[in-house]
Every structure is written in structure tokens, then in C-alpha cells.
């Protein structure tokens, strides 16, 4: 599986952006699908993650805020982002992978990446 980010950029604090990821190679119907970001000089911490179902769960400096989605015909994540804050400043990575005798939330990443996708909050 090749998952393909797209989708940051710069915005001002309170604005929005909609990140993507192009799977490929494989297919991702079955796998859960998640979003993960790392600021700099702070661990990796997990954003969101949707299930093959489509049940969701956030982070609790997201929630409210940030929308995860999934396209399983065109094999594609979304991930929605409103209300930026400063905060939220950080390099974004797709993630995806099987969901078997996995805990929900995860605790550790799926399988496969992404590349990062910066996303940057700033005035």
C-alpha cells in the first residue's frame, strides 16, 4: 500500500484546511485509516482515525474542530480542519493499516505511510 499526503499549507489562526491521501497499490476498504502529527520537538500524537465502518474518534485538542473521513471508491482519506489554532502547527502523516487484535483508539501506528503534509498556523 502507498498512501500519497496532500493538502497543507499556511493559514492564519481560525482558518481551514482539508488534507487528502491517495491510497494506492493495494486495497484499504478493511484497514483502518488514521492521521498523526508531530510538531517540532514534541512526540508524534495521533489526530484522528476512522474505521472501515466509518466509526470515528479524535483527540481531545481536535474534537469539535477537525473531521476524518474516507472515500473506500476512490481510496482516499480526508481530514477536514477548521478553527486552526497555533497549536496545531506540525507536519501531518497518514496512516493506515489492518485493525485486527489492534486497540481502539491505537496506541502505536498501522502499518503503512504516508510523506508528510506541513500544515503551518500562523498570522
Known amino acids: 500500500v502507498q498512501l500519497q499526503a496532500s493538502g497543507g499549507g499556511l493559514v492564519q489562526p481560525g482558518g481551514s484546511l482539508r488534507l487528502s491521501c491517495a491510497a494506492s497499490g493495494s486495497t484499504i476498504v478493511t484497514y483502518r485509516m488514521a492521521w498523526w502529527r508531530q510538531a517540532p520537538d514534541k512526540e508524534r500524537e495521533l489526530v484522528a482515525v476512522i474505521s472501515h465502518i466509518g466509526s470515528t474518534y479524535y483527540s481531545q485538542s481536535v474534537k469539535g474542530r477537525f473531521a476524518i473521513s474516507r472515500d473506500n471508491p476512490k481510496s482516499t482519506l480526508y481530514l477536514q480542519m477548521d478553527s486552526l489554532k497555533p497549536e496545531d502547527t506540525a507536519v501531518y502523516y497518514c496512516?493506515?493499516?489492518?485493525?485486527?487484535?489492534?486497540?481502539?483508539?491505537?496506541?502505536?501506528?498501522?502499518?503503512?505511510w504516508g510523506q508528510g503534509t506541513q500544515v503551518t498556523v500562523s498570522s
Open positions: 496512516n493506515a493499516g489492518s485493525g485486527i487484535g489492534r486497540p481502539w483508539p491505537p496506541r502505536a501506528p498501522y502499518k503503512y
